[in-house]
């Protein structure tokens, strides 16, 4: 029993674990599926600044704890602020965080269990790489509660196909891995048993190579993917010529011509 005055210490929202240039994030509410409430959204906010800054992490996990990834935002929560100013910021937030997923330096993979439904299934849109267990699934269900998961369908509709994604927003249908993986929801689905074995090895090959020419090409994929055809090309030829200066192209370069492994410097 707790002292007199004195309140039980709340766990962290998020928790960060290092191994090997692996920075690994978990949401930490897994008793209530991880919700995007306000508070888990500044916890993740928090620590995706703090990455941004860590030249030691080069590849990031987003996980989640318990048996399931998220489950979206926190209805409860967002009932109990009826005033659309508080609805517009706490949206806002959420948006700033998914951005900060793409604007960070490293590649993000999410390791997906259980089910990513609405906001959870926008993280998993958001993050760069995706591996999920076969036991997975995956919604936009809002429209079966009268809410049209809108942001979710920003992150959403950027992954799969307008049809595709329009169907899971109109029919709040939940869809299996399998589908997720046909439709390019995620990138790999495994066993449950085999999800951290998948994700280290796809860390791995994304540890092997230069850490400098990964940033630089992460910056400029997202730069160009939005744009039209010309200006595209343009900022792709921009980003092309200043991947050219790093001293790891030179060093590639000469280890692919020499028949060589190269000796990264960048990080």
């Known amino acids: 029993m707790n002292a007199p005055g004195k309140t039980e210490v709340e766990a962290p929202y998020v928790l960060r674990g290092d191994r090997d240039g692996v920075a690994t994030l978990t949401m930490n509410r897994g008793d ?19 990455l941004a800054k860590d030249a030691s992490a080069r590849v990031v996990v987003l996980a989640g704890a318990g048996k399931h990834f998220c489950a979206g935002h926190d209805l409860k929560e967002m009932r109990g602020h009826p005033d659309k100013a508080w609805q517009k910021s706490l949206f806002e937030q959420c948006s700033k965080m998914m951005l900060s997923l793409v604007r960070l330096p490293q590649p993000v993979i999410a390791r ?27 919604a936009l269900p809002g429209i079966k509660s009268g809410i049209f998961c809108t942001t979710p369908g920003v992150g959403v509709a950027r992954n799969l196909a307008r049809k595709h994604a329009l169907e899971m927003l109109f029919t709040g249908d939940l869809i299996d891995a399998k589908t997720a993986l046909a439709w390019g929801l995620v990138n790999r689905v495994v066993p449950p048993g085999e999800l951290d074995t998948e994700l280290g090895r796809l860390a791995q090959k994304i540890l092997a190579h230069s850490g400098a020419v990964v940033k630089m090409g992460k910056q400029f994929f997202y ?43 960048g990080k």
């Open 32 to 50: 209530r599926m991880n919700p995007l409430s306000s508070a888990m959204l500044s916890a993740l906010q928090r620590e995706l600044d703090a």
């Open 112 to 138: 997906v269990q259980g089910v990513a439904v609405a906001a959870g299934c926008q993280l998993v849109s958001m993050c760069d790489l995706a591996v999920a267990s076969d036991e997975s699934r995956f």
């Open 223 to 265: 730069g160009q993917v939005e744009r039209g055809l010309a200006d595209a090309y343009s900022l792709a030829s921009e980003g092309m010529a200043c991947n050219m200066m790093l001293e790891d192209a030179a060093e590639g370069i000469d280890a692919f011509l020499g028949k060589r492994s190269p000796v990264w410097h």
